[in-house]
Each structure stands twice: as structure tokens, then as C-alpha cells.
């Protein structure tokens, strides 16, 4: 069974940055996802970026070139750097983890990310 543990995000200036991270326990697949999806009060849950286990990355629209996603396997971690922040960008940040052979998706505790203007 995979355990999701995060941490990062907190209060932060607007254009200031932030890095969340999230580490995964009991993984077994050879081919998954990591990646943070994020919710804001009165809105629905969106995808803000995924990477896979060859690397290959993915962000929503919104990220305009100023997230940017990585893992290292070794270690079973994945980061996601926010950088020149805006108060749009104020949430809950959840971490997942997503194996397409297995059908599974496991969802971290969620982490509020804060962004004063």
C-alpha cells in the first residue's frame, strides 16, 4: 500500500517562492506518477503538474512557465517549486501518486499554500 507524506507550503509573499515536497512509501510499480493537484476555497480540485517515472512532465496552463516539477526515483520523492506567486495561487496542495497499471491513486494529507498580496 502507498503512503504519501508532504510538506512545505506555508505563508508567502506575493512573487515570492515556495517548494513543496512529498515523499512516497511502499511503492512497487516500475511506471507511476507524481505529481500536486490544488484546491482553493469555492473551487474545484485542478491538476497543477505531474512527472512520470521517465521524467516526463505536464502543468496546467495557469503555471505560465513558473512551476516546475521533479523527482528523484531513488529516494521515491517528488518536488514541485513555485516561483513568482500570486494570490491565485493560494490553496491546498495535494500530493498523488498514480499507477495506471494498478488502477491506483493515493492522495496526500494536502498542504496550504498561502500567498499575501
Known amino acids: 500500500q502507498v503512503e504519501l507524506l508532504e510538506s512545505g507550503g506555508g505563508l508567502v509573499q506575493a512573487g515570492g517562492f515556495v517548494r513543496l515536497s512529498c515523499a512516497a512509501f511502499g511503492i512497487r510499480s516500475n511506471f507511476n506518477h507524481m505529481g500536486w493537484y490544488r484546491q482553493a476555497t469555492g473551487k474545484e480540485r485542478e491538476l497543477v503538474a505531474v512527472i512520470d517515472t521517465a521524467g516526463n512532465t505536464n502543468y496546467t496552463q495557469s503555471a505560465g512557465g513558473r512551476f516546475a516539477i521533479s523527482r528523484d526515483n531513488a529516494k521515491t520523492m517528488a518536488y514541485l517549486t513555485m516561483n513568482a506567486l500570486t494570490p491565485d495561487d493560494t490553496a491546498v496542495y495535494y500530493c498523488?501518486?498514480?499507477?495506471?497499471?494498478?488502477?491506483?491513486?493515493?492522495w496526500g494529507q494536502g498542504t496550504q499554500v498561502t500567498v499575501s498580496s
Open positions: 498523488f501518486y498514480h499507477d495506471p497499471l494498478g488502477s491506483v491513486i493515493v
